[in-house]
Each structure stands twice: as structure tokens, then as C-alpha cells.
């Protein structure tokens, strides 16, 4: 069989095929049960799709027109602009709807939403849908169709857009494909909890080589809850008599091997999401992107998050453009204006380099930065002080005749 035969058999084993399967909640080598809030539990898988999941809804989804010229423009005139850009429907802001959409593409694979028809077939609001309550199949016709709450819709009345996995019927569950490492890293946590909980982490001990008799041990200990215990007795001094001895303990190796695989689990819960582990506050490796945070912030996007808004671009393109917008020149995209905007110094180098090479007018850069426009600010400008001296005006010739 050959690469891809293999994929896609491997990518079938997390794909809803019927309107009841589910492996998103099963057992792991480690033994503890996945599940998305045992996901979710974990501060760094929290993160990790706290951090793709807000950069996504964050940025403004835009409806462009692209005439015969070439030229593009906001098309605030579509109806699909209000919908994508304003509110997708009258309960959630446009931030609320994607975030939740792309948490469940980051967890699940797929995000389902519902769509409403007004007056002339166009959609006017999308009602998201959980995927865990969403069947998927293909009918006796081959058609996919979908079932929801007992109901049954075709593909033209519910948005799907697919995560990672290639099949029509859904994309790759990342619970169910991470369930040994999520499973591993719960089972840590579990056991790091269970060890402080039952308090047998010790600083230290105290040795005799004289027999205590029962009386004296207790008082012994509970001299030394009273007096040394505590945050607030931390560095007290110990007076020690009858051949009591202080020994300090130090992390043992078992206690030590179990920080590092917290660390490496952080790391492995990472690269499952896409994440460069120091963007979720894990420093203990130094990242290659880059020493500046505007070079970080460009690798971030044009490495992890540019499939991510691709993806939703493609399927909204797909699924909710008529043939008579593709013949117009709509198109849907996300704005990276203001991931992309950089830092002062960089943005005026930018826009420095765009007045004076004309590809930029003075209007456009005060629209970039929230300024009203100015008079006479729309026409571009081009600098012409490298003109042959044979066509500058009011000058004298350098060499009399």
C-alpha cells in the first residue's frame, strides 16, 4: 500500500463515519481516559490553543471585490460582509464564533456551523454546532449529509471546515491522536499532585544513634511542627541535643526524572498544536526564529498560523460563495494588517519606503494608523531628484560655452 493509502487508512480510524461513534474519550497506554476537558486541564495544551484559537478570532475577516483591473476593494456592500465581518449571528461577535470554531478544529479537527437563509437564498447567520453532538456520513446517493439534535441536513445547509487529515467527512481528531502523550502528561500531573498531597516530600531528617523510647519521639515531632514548620520559620536555627544529628535531603533521582518529563511533556503537548514552545511561556530552549519579538511574531504567522487562516479562507470560499460572486471577483481573507504591523521604527522604514517609491499614498499610511485622511493626501508621490542634469529647470550649466 502505498504512503498516502497508508494516511488516509490511519487518518480513518479518528473520523466520524455514523451518527453515534466517538473516540475522542478512551483509554491511553499511561491508563487515564482522555478527554477534552483532561485536554483543556492541561496548562499547556490550555495554551497552546488559547494562543492559536485567539489569534485567529482576533483578526477581521474581510469580503474583497477584485474588478477586470485588477483593483480590490472592501466589498462592505455583500451580504456575506455583515455576516463574516460583523456578526455571524445575533447571540455571538464575530470574535466568539471563530474562537469557538477554531478550539474545536485545534481539539477535534472540524467545526460545524449551521446555516440560516434569508430573502433571495443568502445566508444571513451561521449557529455553530458542537461536533460531538454531529454526525457525518454518506447516504445511499453518496452525498454527505449531516445529523444534528435528531435532524438530518444536507451539505449545502451546514459550514464544515476540516482540520488536518484530508478526508471529506472530517478532519483528524487531535485528542484522539494525541491520547498517549495527553494521557502521559495527565498521569504525571496526577502523580506530582498525589506525592505533595499526601506529603511524603521531606527537607530533611533527624538521626540518633540512641534508641528513643515512644514519649520522647512524639515530642520530638511536635517540637518540630511547632518551631520549624512553616513558611514563616523557614532559616530558623536548630538547637539539637542527647546525639540528634540534621540531615538535609536532596532531590532524588526518581523526583528529578519526573520534573524533566513534566518539562518534556509540556513540549511534546506542543508540537502537537503547532506551537513553538516559548510562545506559551516555556523558555528553557532558546527559540531559532530570531532574537526580536517582531522576527518571532512574522515566523509564528507565516510558519503556524497562515494554514490555520487558509483553511477557514478556503472553506468559506467554498462553501458560501455563489457562482455569480466568483464570477464578480469576491473573495474572502483574513486582514494580517495588525499582526503584522511591527514595532514604530519598522513601520515608519516601511512606510517611508512607500511614499517615496509611490506605492504608497499619504492617505493610505494615515488609514493604516487610524488617522483621517488629507486633502490632496490620495494622489501618489514619487521623488525625481535623480533626473539628468539636461531636464532640471532653473539651473545653470556647471561649464560655459
Known sequence: MSVVGNMLSYFRRFVVTDGTSRIDNRPSDSGERVEEMDVLALSAAWACVNLNAGNVASLPLMVYRTNHANDREVARDHPLYRLLHDAPNAEQTPLDFWEGAQASIELKGNAVALKTFGVGGNVVALEPMAWDWTGVRRNGAGEIEYEYKGEKYSSADVLHIRGFGGSPL????????????????????????SMFRNGIVSS?????????????RKEAEGLLQSKFAG???????????????????????????????????????????????????????????????EQQTLGFVKFKLRRRLRRIEQSL?????????????????????????????????????????????????????????????????????????????????????
Open 204 to 216: 530533611g531528617i533527624l538521626t540518633s544513634d540512641k534508641m528513643f523510647p515512644p514519649e520522647k
Open 170 to 193: 472530517g478532519g483528524l481528531s487531535t485528542i484522539a491522536a494525541g491520547a498517549n502523550t495527553f494521557g502521559l502528561a495527565k498521569a504525571i500531573n496526577r502523580t506530582a499532585g
Open 231 to 293: 513558611a514563616l520559620n523557614s532559616g530558623r536555627p536548630m538547637l539539637l541535643d542527647n546525639g540528634l544529628k540534621w540531615e538535609a535531603l536532596t532531590i532524588n533521582p526518581d523526583d528529578a526524572q519526573m520534573l524533566e518529563s513534566r518539562g518534556f511533556s509540556v513540549e511534546e503537548v506542543c508540537r502537537f498544536f503547532d506551537v513553538p514552545p516559548f510562545m506559551i511561556g516555556h523558555t528553557e530552549k532558546s527559540t531559532s526564529w530570531g532574537t526580536g519579538l
Open 317 to 401: 470560499e467554498q462553501q458560501l460563495l455563489t457562482a455569480a460572486d466568483r464570477g464578480a471577483g469576491i473573495k474572502i481573507e483574513f486582514n494580517l494588517e495588525g499582526l503584522l504591523r511591527g514595532d514604530s521604527a519598522g513601520r515608519a522604514s516601511f512606510y517611508g519606503s512607500g511614499l517615496d517609491k509611490g506605492w504608497l499614498t499619504i492617505n493610505e499610511v494615515r488609514r493604516f494608523e487610524n488617522l483621517p485622511p488629507v486633502p490632496g493626501g490620495d494622489v501618489p508621490r514619487l521623488q525625481m531628484q535623480n533626473v539628468p542634469i539636461t531636464e532640471a529647470t532653473g539651473t545653470t550649466p556647471l561649464i560655459s560655452d
